[in-house]
């Protein structure tokens, strides 16, 4: 059987069933004294009621009681030697007469720690004297316990200061001298608060109650309790900033009713009355645990000791980062832009050994693990004596494994004679025609179909400002094809794209275009078809007449 306690929580216990003395008496009537009611296994306070009820047929009927401490006796009358306690003394009620109802003993003064438990005896007369006397021993017991429990909160793990995930993993550490945490339908009771900027002390009420993170992994004096928290899910919340999640914990000690038999009556037996782990809201102690969430990228400077060099020269690089969230890292890496490996840290060098115009990009995080970069234009040109033209280096192309291929000639030429290429094809094209798409200061050429037996992909592009293209070929967000080129002044460029196995079907070309200096690339998605190749027709043999 179950007490209901506050709505949907409901009491663990079962209540033992009372258990009954049958006395037999003269003919067929009979006395009986039982329990009523079941004590708590924990009460909190420094004095406990036991509640009985009688049926008596005799005129002259009371009942005597013997408490126990510890499982030791502590009073009560000595009917062991003969002796019959009288109606009215210290331990026993007046006479109670014919007829039935309840009766209830209240012991004060009781020790912490200390279980208790109070054993019935009555007396009645059957009509040859006074008085028989029978013991009821179905003892009800209870442990004194008012002694708050703590609950040592921790979030994401407790060793972390930032994070840029607004879901916060939360961890409570539930420990008690006497009692378990109090025993809901969902596990130990949490009454739980958020905050931004200091600690809070959480509500001990229905309101701030939380099922999610009341999941006890045991019901014992020592257990752990774990829930995730969306602050973006919070209302009033979501924004940056540093977090207080506080958390209060319930024991299984409730008052003692001393109204009734029920001692499970919802006014009595709810997690708000039991003893309640308090915070500091000064430090925080005691419940809350804390982290800082930042979201927002560091701002990157990019400088160099000169934009235009000769080959060979040696470049110096020079970074720096500023965050007003969590705080740049101070670590930061290089692309230097002509497939060299990356180098790092806040200044480096690097020589250029072939003409062109380079993008370089210094990139860092913050502490809450946000990245943000810078990139500068560093061109190059030859040495007095050498070539005048200057050669752009080709594009890259990445194949679906994975691997970047390096360009296998000197790219695009760039100069007073360099031709201009006008692509709307593609080999292993089928025909469709060709369509067309700007992003930002870059026009895209690509065909409309392309046939199954296609292995590359080749597009147009014509820029009127220096900027990096990305090219991808995706069908069921799984990459068939990409390539990637730098371009460093205006032109019309070609890029190579690599194909895997085509099926026949939809593609999407997702195109990206980010100009030298801008942080942020536009854009574009064309649809490419894959059609299967028509097969050839056979020729007719003339027949000679």
């Not at 992994?217 to 602050?231: E, I």
């Not at 915070?279 to 400088?303: E, F, H, K």
Request: hydrophobic share 30%; aromatic share 6%.
């Amino acid at each position: 059987m179950a007490w209901g306690i506050g709505g949907t929580r409901r009491w663990a216990l079962g209540l033992a069933t009372a258990v009954a003395l049958v006395l037999a008496m003269t003919g067929s009537a009979v006395a009986t004294v039982s329990v009523a009611g079941t004590e708590p296994s924990y009460t909190k306070g420094t004095s406990n009621t036991w509640w009985f009820t009688y049926n008596s047929p005799s005129s002259t009927y009371y009942v005597c009681w013997t408490g126990f401490e510890n499982g030791a006796r502590a009073d009560g009358p000595d009917d062991q030697n003969g002796h019959i306690p009288a109606a009215g003394s210290h331990d026993c009620s007046a006479n109670l007469g014919q007829g039935s109802g309840g009766y209830h003993v209240t012991y004060p003064n009781l020790t912490e720690g200390h279980s208790y438990d109070v054993i019935m005896s009555e007396y009645y007369d059957h009509g040859v004297g006074c008085c028989t006397g029978g013991s009821f021993s179905a003892p009800n017991q209870t442990i004194m316990d008012n002694g708050a429990p703590s609950a040592n909160t921790s979030v994401d793990g407790g060793n972390v200061t930032f994070t840029n995930n607004p879901i916060l993993a939360v961890h409570i550490a539930y420990s008690d001298a006497l009692s378990p945490p109090f025993p809901t339908s969902v596990g130990g009771a949490t009454f739980d608060c958020l905050q931004i900027g200091s600690p809070c002390q959480p509500a001990v009420s229905s309101s701030s109650f939380d099922p999610a993170c009341s999941h006890g992994a045991s019901r014992s004096t020592s257990t752990t309790m774990d829930c995730t928290v969306d602050v973006t899910k919070v209302s009033g919340f979501g924004q940056d900033g540093k977090y207080f999640y506080c958390a209060r914990e319930a024991d299984s000690a409730i008052p003692d009713n001393p109204t009734g038999a029920n001692q499970f009556d919802p006014a009595y037996a709810d997690a708000t009355h039991a003893n309640t782990s308090t915070v500091n809201t000064s430090t925080g102690a005691g419940g809350c645990g804390s982290v800082t969430l930042d979201r927002t990228a560091p701002a990157v400077t990019a400088t160099a000791s000169a934009t235009s060099v000769h080959a060979g020269d040696l470049v110096t690089l020079n970074a720096t980062s500023t965050d007003g969230g969590s705080g740049p890292t101070g670590t930061y890496s290089w692309d230097y832009g002509d497939n060299t490996t990356k180098g790092s840290g806040a200044s480096t060098t690097h020589t250029f050994t072939q003409p062109g115009t380079y993008h370089v990009t210094a990139g860092t995080t913050d502490r809450a693990g946000n990245a943000g970069s810078a990139g500068l234009t560093i061109t190059v040109t030859a040495r007095p004596g050498s070539s005048s033209t200057t050669t752009t280096p080709g594009p890259t192309t990445t194949t679906p494994g994975g691997a970047t291929t390096p360009p296998s000639g000197p790219g695009t030429t760039v100069g007073p004679s360099a031709p201009t290429v006008k692509l709307i094809g593609s080999q292993g094209g089928s025909g469709g025609g060709a369509q067309q798409t700007v992003l930002g200061g870059l026009d895209l050429t690509a065909p409309r179909k392309l046939l199954t037996t296609a292995r590359l992909l080749l597009v147009a592009a014509t820029t009127d400002r220096p900027g990096r293209l990305d090219l991808a070929l995706v069908r069921d967000g799984k990459i068939i094809g990409r390539g990637n080129a730098h371009y460093g002044r205006p032109g019309t460029y070609s890029l190579r794209v690599k194909l895997g196995r085509l099926k026949r079907g939809g593609y999407s070309l997702k195109a990206s275009f980010l100009p030298d200096g801008a942080t942020i690339a536009a854009r574009k998605t064309l649809n490419i078809q894959a059609v299967k190749p028509k097969p050839k027709k056979k020729k007719r043999k003339r027949r000679k007449r």
